[in-house]
Each structure stands twice: as C-alpha cells, then as structure tokens.
C-alpha cells in the first residue's frame, strides 16, 4: 500500500519561511519523481517543483529563488524548503510520486498573513 504523508504546513506571516516534508512508503522511493503542487481556492493545481531521479530539479517562476525541493532516499522523504513566504503562496500543498504511475498525498496547508 502506497502512502505519501505530508506534514509541516502551518500559518506564518509573509517574509517567513516553512519546511514542508513527505514522507513515502510502499514505493521504492529512489525510483521516483518527486514533485509539490499546490491548488489555492478557486485555482487549478499546479506544479511547483520537480525533483528526478538523478537530483536535478525544476520550479514554476513563480517561486524560483525562494523555494527550494530536495530529497533524502535513505528516508524516503522529500522536502521543500519554503522562503520569502508571500500571501499568494497560500494552498495547499501535495506531494506527488511518479513513475509508470503516480500517487499523491492528503495534502498540508500553508496560509501566508500579510
């Protein structure tokens, strides 16, 4: 059974900072794309950042220079270091895996105050 748990979303005021995490079992983690998407109210989910086997990652323009996605695969975790927090950065937040198939997680909430 696959299950991605992401955890880490919260309140924080606009020029702060969150480190969001994901958590994956019943994959095998280092085979995978990992990605955060975020869908605000009233908005479509999109991509913010993509991070493939190898290490090489990619960002939506909107949060290049303030986010930045890693992963460890001895824990099965991929992260997304969050700066500059702006009020339009609030959504929720998903993790993703991809391969042949994807999976996603419940998803975390992020609300930046201005």
């Known amino acids: 059974q696959v299950q991605l748990v992401e955890s880490g979303g919260g309140l924080v005021q606009a020029g702060g900072s969150l480190r969001l995490s994901c958590a994956a079992s019943?994959?095998?983690?280092?085979?995978?794309?990992m990605s955060w998407y975020r869908q605000a109210p009233g908005k479509q989910r999109e991509l913010v950042a993509r991070?493939?086997?190898?290490?090489?990652?990619n960002y939506a323009d909107s949060v290049k220079g303030r986010f930045t996605i890693s992963r460890d695969n001895a824990k099965n975790t991929v992260y997304l270091q969050m700066n500059s927090l702006k009020p339009e950065d609030t959504a929720v937040y998903y993790c993703?895996?991809?391969?042949?198939?994807?999976?996603w997680g419940q998803g975390t909430q992020v609300t930046v105050s201005s």
């Open positions: 019943g994959i095998i983690f280092s085979s995978y794309t």
């Open positions: 991070i493939i086997i190898g290490g090489g990652t």
């Open positions: 993703n895996a991809l391969r042949l198939m994807d999976f």
